[in-house]
């Protein structure tokens, strides 16, 4: 299907990025039930670190693996969105991961300021969601509408073009 370098609306990845959430929630659940199988975790706070460690590998090579073959996970299919390299190339493993590394600035700072300032009750969710809204920000401040990650990693969130009508032949 034809890419055009021309971004998509800020609304449409972001619409994107929540039905990337809903299937993830399906993958994670998978990992962590064959995780807590295999090890026999009887409780939740049992091998809590390694369960952690074992889910971050789990995303990762979820969106490493689609971003690789094909720029397009599941959701970005349907949202009709293709991850790429600023010449619109497709990515490679190293640009794959380091764009999944910094993607987590989405989250990590906003957790970070919550323990920093000691958050409690409605705060631990308040922190985090300004630094998710600061970040969306970022897209208006770059000329071509790319989230900070996106430039930094050297990659850029493309629109796919829709699939031109068929055109029925006569019989």
């Given amino acids: ?26 993958v994670v659940f998978v990992a ?22 074992w889910l971050f590998v789990v995303i990762c090579l979820y969106f490493v ?32 991961l380091g764009r999944y590394l910094l993607s987590w600035m989405w989250i990590l700072p906003g957790l970070a300021a919550a323990w920093a300032l000691n958050a ?13 809204v600061l970040w969306a920000l970022t897209a208006y401040l770059d000329p071509q509408r790319q989230f900070l990650h996106d430039r930094i990693s050297g990659t850029r969130i493309v629109r796919v073009a829709d699939k031109p009508a068929q055109v029925e032949a006569a019989a």
């Fill in 32 to 53: 962590g039930w064959l995780f807590s199988t295999l090890l026999e975790q009887k409780h939740a706070l049992y091998l809590r670190n390694m369960l952690q460690d």
């Fill in 120 to 132: 409690k009750t409605w705060m631990l969710l308040v922190v985090p969601m300004i630094n998710v």
């Fill in 65 to 96: 693996w689609f971003w690789t073959h094909g720029g397009q996970t599941l959701a970005m299919k349907t949202w009709r969105l293709r991850v790429v390299t600023t010449s619109g190339d497709a990515l490679g493993y190293k640009r794959a």
């Fill in 1 to 26: 299907m034809p890419t055009s370098l021309n971004p998509p609306s800020l609304r449409r990845r972001l619409a994107s990025m929540v039905y990337e959430t809903m299937l993830l929630f399906g």
